[in-house]
């Protein structure tokens, strides 16, 4: 590396070796994809480290970017003083501690430790982009103020460049590839100069073409060690983290499909040339000194991601690991307990399915209660079915399964008991209509226009406002739904019968009905007896102004509401050829069994059910009573909701519920998935009358009718999977919101309709915001590493981990704690990792 660099020589092109094509690749691969805002899904923001273990992870980020993983001393520290943490918790983290780590030879020591806070530091092998060494030397505010202003005017670009339909006018170079459209747009961009970024638009322009050619020219001229171009490339790319991510989600989605997508890659490459520019700037001697040191540290031989070389770093994760043994030891001291009420009756009165989520395991136990009679079952809430679900009078739909999965059938919406004359009226008129308000926003939201609007209208909207702000009770429906009268959206349904549509096979042919309705009900361990009306209920939310909206809805439906698959699949098995193809099957359907498809509203805790004209007027005493129930568990739900919502528990504190759901200004409405912390697979026998405080995803599984233990398999390699994201997406916003959530929900302002800044500039956020796990005053959230238990033998759930990386991965690296439930209902093993377990007194 040379010491000085001749700033005036033109830029040569440098030819990319294969080793800095790695690098690219492998700085891209630690990047978790984020979803934009219309199917925003749980992510698990260390992805990209699942390789390597959780306690590398933490030397690394700590290393590479100084970000931090676990919670301040101090949160341990109070843990420890109210009895959350005990003696022998610490103790048996000091004992289970990695040999190499530095620690106290006794809890007494410990303590003594933990009583202070570490000494902030620089790791000795920090890598340093040009951006953090810029702001560290700080010979001027102007320099700081660059390195900010740069990661506002990428974000600005990435905002129109990939905008979805928020802007009325649109960047002319979309059509290009991301660096070519930014090389284009520059040309004409005079702000960077404006700011005192001499030569910005020559700087760039001299620089090649090709985006891997301009990254391998602008690490040869900064000098970057090759052992530290991969973390010097990974921190340039978390400086810039939420477009980062939203790149890495089209790479995602490109890659279901077996394509490849560059677009990352070409980000990193505009972040990498625009941190040269900076760079540029500066040719005194105390930046290129510093610079100097940066490189050296950078070149050093790489400590290994332990955490032996960082005594700090080791006592707090001993801390950690002792407030999750704290957490498991409370949770198999709860299971140990018997389950509590009977067991449902030979014959129940009702079955209800409900999506694994934690908040279902709330309103299932508050059913069980009102009546012993009531069977409820978990499974993931797409019901099996990975459909694209396309609204009516659309072409493309959205994809309605986990984001694991690709769509395997596409169903389109459709209006029941019409006429394609009636069919074709109302798309014409609902076209007519979106264009109508399509022009009328144009002329809302023009330059010249938008200020004769609101001197003549502003004021027709104070009644919208004043009912927005004192929460008064209206009727919110879904954006699917613009255009459509009320009676027409009353009788809006999937339709599943096969048909062509814009080209397009829909629809499932009897075979395929057959072959899902048996997939499904097995690995629901739902093979008999039947009830008389069985529910399979998805769930959604009802909040607004809201963008994370989709975060409350169904996560294994990709960040939809769950009703389509809900009554897609009741469809099919109230389907009377499915069920005599079932029966040759071995599974026996009586005919007096109807499906409802339904809908649980987690923020409201109410029940639509749907389909209702479908069913026999045999039935309606049994939906009567299916009422009376829903209502009063309904009930007993909101009030154990309204406890942790802080509402009194009043009179009204239902009606304060529903209120929260309709007001404009809760920053609150709901939970959501906060407080997640383990993942049972199991019979609902083993859990059926034990309080889980809303914090379990609770799957329905008998290993006893699995055959080829194929269910396992699927158990473990997508819901558990899905499970361990949504707990390390919380995890990540509880520790440290700044680098892995979304900040001040009161601050957001929505960007290209994908996500959200934190104020009117910076990089796209990303996770949760603060408010989702934070009440005010305390964390409502624990961050904890899932805690995952599946009834199966061991020899089974070994084949599974074997023969999956991915799940290897989790279980191996420590990602999840994974346990075995007996045949007893004890559980009995703990897993180690390599295919060990450690049995349980």
Known sequence: MSDVIDLDAPAAAVAPTPALESAIAGACRRIAPLWPLKNFVAVNPFLGFCGQSFHATCATLHRVARIETLMPRAFYREAIRNGTIEQADLAAALAAAPADWRLPPDVAELLKLAGSDQTARKHPAVVATVAEVLNELAAGDRHVARTAFMTDEISRWCAAYFDEGQSVWRMPWRGLRPYAAWRASVRYDRNPEAMGIARFRELVAELPDDYVAAIATVVERLGVPDRAIEDYLHQALLEIGGWAAYARYLMWNHELAGDRDDTLEQLLAIRVVWGYTLFAQRNDSAFREAWRRAMEQAALPPLDDRLGGDPDLCINMVLHESYEIAFRRRLLQRLAQPPGGRAAAARPEVQAAFCIDVRSEVYRRAMESVSESVETVGFAGFFGFPIEFVPIGHVVGRA?????????????????????????????????????????????????????????AGLLFAGKILSDSLAVTRTVHDPNTDGLDDAVIGRLGPRITPSIVGGRQTGFDPVQRVAMAEAVLRAMSMTGPFARLVMLTGHGSTTVNNPHASGLDCGACGGNTGEANARVAAAILNDPDVRVGLRERGIDIPRDSFFLGALHDTTTDEIRLYDLDRLPATHAEDLRRLRELLAKATSLTRLERAALLGIPPRGDAEQNVVKRSRDWAQVRPEWGLAGNASFIAAPRARTRGIDLEGRAFLHDYDWRQDKDFATLQLIM?????????????????????????????????????????????????????????????????????????????????????????????????????????????????RYQSGLRWQALN
């Open 717 to 829: 390699t997508a819901p558990m999977v899905v499970a361990s994201w949504i707990s390390l997406q919380y995890y990540g916003s509880t520790v440290n919101n700044a680098a892995f959530g979304a900040g001040n929900k009161v601050l957001h302002n929505v960007a290209g309709t994908i996500g959200v800044l934190e104020g009117n500039a910076g990089d796209l956020k990303v996770g949760l915001p603060w408010q989702s796990v934070h009440d005010g005053t305390r964390f409502v959230h624990e961050p904890l590493r899932l805690t995952v238990l599946i009834e199966a033998p061991l020899d089974a759930i070994e084949r599974v981990i074997a023969g999956n990386a991915g799940v290897r991965d989790l279980v191996d690296n420590g990602w999840v704690h994974l346990y075995a439930i007996s045949d007893q209902g004890r559980v009995s093993h």
């Open 400 to 456: 309605h399964c986990p984001v694991l999965l690709r769509p395997q059938f596409t169903v389109c919406e459709a209006v029941g008991g019409t006429s394609e004359e009636e069919d074709s009226e109302i798309l014409v008129m609902r076209l007519l209509r979106r264009r109508a308000r399509k022009a009328w926003k144009s002329f809302k939201l023009s330059a010249v226009s938008s200020f004769i609007y609101v001197e003549t």
